[in-house]
């Protein structure tokens, strides 16, 4: 019976009704509606209390009138009706202009469902002209309301200030009367297992349970359902992964992977060689690797993917490094020439030297244009850059390879979920590359079962020994006027001793911000550069911001890491240098305005120093208090980024900090809460694993797997539109 939640709402409910619940909560067919749940239930005899209610919220609760009067206007023409409904305790003004005849049937005493938006008056909590629907009281017979109240309990949907809540109420009814049988996408065997009550049943209860008893269990239902729908689409996505071919890439004995493991000036730390040797074993493999690599700032994941290219050039063919940002770029390809010396050939693209002892790396960029860029396309496509290094733009279908083995994603979090989908896509002879997904931002089980579900993991937990301490302490301008002085002296002790200092602002200023971001209180960089160098004249202080080419990015970076007489001492940035940026000397950071950076930003903005043998200082500069200053004192009390994470995963959520949201995958998701419910997602995940061994067409379960095709494609028309 799909036809009946596919039709468009207004065939069921009519074209009025429909216009404005569509346009109030993006809801269009009937099934949309049937999945807007309500968030609680109100009961009549219980009123709502009305101690916490915030200003600018659109509430509605349950009040009783205590009193009621109706006046003319002292100034102005017309009349004014002011109520006070109360829960017993607390109580809250309505008011209504214009509007004297509501007198007659707001009496003292009855009690109803009032709506609107919170505001506050002279000290006093409203609602201005409030829509309310009053309980019968069998005096007047309202044959609206003894409808709506016609079950003991009240469903409240989240609404708007343009459609109440009984005003969904309403339109759901009117489905529920007509809802046919529908085909259960919960396999009747797993809802017996667990106890689940049926779709339909769970539909009719989630929206009008007779009990909360009732209302739970469809609740539990429709989250299980949640679950087992991500999971399954999982579970499928994996045994398609596994019909792929890819051309394995084992190696071999005396190529450059031996060589560079031969040349490296340290011992690759334990976790690097247990990373190194799964990935082999997946390159190795007839199948396309689809592995995630997590590991915090620092852990080395640079030379666990550089290991993985040489195995694959090693093999004869290529592989290819996404960075998400050109400076990146240029970063990665700078420290990946290092990393290689004699092994990566001279930048001279147009030796294809078979005896030459190593392999071209090549950059590409969207910024690389003319001559240049049609040799770096000219050595990827003849196979002579074994290395290819860029941004989105190798993604480009102009970009041809001679043989693709492997693609490597950098800081996937930053990169998107959906570009990795169409990079697994580049489909060649052999079949797909193998793809490994980098990312410094440890990322919890679940959401990795979710978002990830369908990558294998690997962790770095050790850092390699030998690195440096990085002490962070928060300072308040405000209160420690003295301890602020002294950061810019210890600046210029640092500089003394020939070591690099990043000073990081929350914006450009000069009118270079997003309009969102112009806050004159907030410090800017270009700004706050030039203040810098009145204070501290003498000093070489450079700048650093997204409105830059990446020419003068890149020219600014080499400035600031190079040796010579002239380079810069002092960088002044916003974010960009937020990832990977590796500079070996740089032992002090100081951040301008702390409070307006994410705990997981401020970490890896900090992961920026202490890299080399030199111990860091990081200084939090903010004058914040209450959470705020909660949240800099984490990031002061520890360097772990699992703790840290946690830390920021609790206090905003999945969504913003892994872009959970952006993936399209939670975009169905309605009860079901990736972190919290991480119990039940393991549990889906063995009940999808077990229905798919079973059955892998999943031909006895039609209604699974047409629910899974349309989430599929729903997820698709979400990504294109995003
Ligand atoms: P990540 O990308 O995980 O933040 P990198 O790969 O950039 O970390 O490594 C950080 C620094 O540590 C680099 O300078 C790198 O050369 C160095 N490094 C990597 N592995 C080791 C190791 N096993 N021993 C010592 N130093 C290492
Ligand atoms: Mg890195």
């Given amino acids: 019976m799909q036809e009946f939640v596919d039709q468009p709402l207004a065939v069921v409910i009519g074209g009025k009704s429909a216009k404005a619940l569509g346009d109030a909560l993006e809801v269009a067919t009937v099934g949309d509606l049937l999945r807007h749940y309500p968030r609680r239930y109100a009961e009549q005899g219980r009123l709502t209390g009305l101690d916490s209610l915030v200003d600018g919220e659109n509430i509605t609760v349950v009040a009783e009138l205590a009193e009621v009067t109706a006046r003319r206007m002292r100034n102005k023409r017309g009349s004014i009706l002011e109520a006070r409904v109360t829960d017993s305790r607390e109580s809250l003004r309505l008011t209504f202009f214009n509007q004297a005849w509501r007198e007659r049937e707001l009496r003292v005493g009855r009690s109803g469902l009032f709506s609107g938006t919170i505001s506050t008056f002279r000290g006093t909590r409203q609602l201005a002209h409030p829509r309310y629907l009053l309980f019968p009281d069998g005096v007047h017979d309202d044959p609206e309301a003894a409808e709506a109240f016609a079950s003991a309990l009240i469903p409240v949907y989240p609404a708007t200030a343009r459609v109440t809540t009984w005003e969904i109420a309403r339109a759901v009814r009117v489905l529920l009367d007509t809802l046919p049988e529908l085909d259960d996408p919960i396999p009747e065997e797993v809802r017996g297992e667990r106890g689940l009550v049926d779709i339909r049943t769970a539909l009719i209860d989630i929206h009008r349970p007779a009990t909360l008893r009732d209302a739970q269990a469809a609740r539990d239902r429709l989250t299980f359902e949640e679950a087992l729908m991500l999971q399954a689409a999982v579970v499928r996505r994996r045994a398609a992964r596994d019909r792929w071919t890819a051309t394995p890439r084992r190696g071999g004995t005396g190529g450059l992977l031996e060589r560079f493991d031969a040349s490296l000036p340290f011992d690759l730390t334990s976790g690097q060689r247990a990373v190194g040797s799964e990935v082999a074993t997946d390159l190795a493999r007839m199948h396309p690797m689809q592995r995630l690599l997590q590991g915090d700032v620092g852990s080395g994941k640079t030379v666990v993917a550089l290991r993985a290219m040489l195995a694959v050039v090693d093999s004869g063919g290529q592989a290819a490094l996404l960075a998400p940002t050109e400076v990146l770029a240029h970063q990665h390809a700078r420290t990946i020439r290092d990393l290689l010396g004699p092994l990566a050939a001279p930048d001279t693209l147009d030796v294809a030297d078979l005896n030459q002892p190593g392999t071209a790396v090549v950059v590409l960029t969207g910024s690389l244009k003319g001559r240049a860029r049609t040799e770096a396309l000219n050595a990827i496509a003849d196979g002579s850059a074994g290395i290819v290094i860029g941004t989105h733009a190798l993604l480009e279908d102009t970009v041809e390879f001679a043989d693709l083995g492997l693609v490597v994603v950098d800081e996937q979090h930053r990169f998107g979920v959906e570009q990795r989908a169409r ?100 410090h800017g960089v270009i700004e706050f550069a030039t203040s810098l160098g009145a204070r501290c004249p003498g000093l070489r202080i450079g700048t650093l911001h997204g409105r830059m080419s990446a020419e003068e990015k890149d020219d600014v970076m080499s400035r600031f890491r190079g040796a010579g007489e002239d380079h810069l001492e002092v960088l002044v940035a916003t974010t960009v240098i937020e990832v990977g940026v590796d500079i070996p000397q740089a032992s002090m950071m100081v951040v301008m305005d702390a409070e307006r950076f994410g705990i997981s930003q401020l970490h890896q903005l900090r992961g920026r120093i202490g890299r080399g043998s030199v111990p860091g200082v990081c200084i939090l500069v903010s004058s914040a208090d209450g959470v705020g200053r909660t949240r800099l004192d984490s990031v002061a009390a520890t360097r772990d980024g699992f703790v840290l994470a946690q830390h920021d995963l609790e206090l905003r959520g999945a969504g913003d900090v892994l872009g959970v949201a952006q993936s399209g995958l939670t975009s169905s998701l309605r009860l079901l809460d990736v972190m919290k419910d991480g119990e039940m997602i393991r549990e889906a995940r063995a009940c999808a694993e077990d229905l798919f061994r079973e059955d892998p067409e999943l031909g006895s379960h039609p209604a699974l797997r047409l629910a899974l095709d349309r989430a599929d494609s729903d997820r698709l028309t979400f990504l294109e539109r995003a």
Avoid: Y
């Fill in 423 to 522: 990079l697994g896509e580049r489909v060649n002879e052999g079949g797909r590359p193998h793809v490994l997904v980098m990312t410094a931002t440890p990322i919890p089980r679940t959401v990795v079962m979710t978002v990830f579900g369908d990558l294998d993991v690997s962790t770095l937990t050790d850092v390699p020994t030998g690195r440096a301490d990085v002490v962070t302490h928060v300072v308040d301008p405000t209160t420690q006027p003295v301890h602020f002085e002294r950061i810019w002296e210890r600046m210029k002790e640092e500089v003394g001793q020939g070591h690099r200092v990043f000073v990081v602002c929350a914006r450009i200023g000069e009118g270079l911000d997003n309009t969102a971001d112009e806050d004159p209180e907030v």
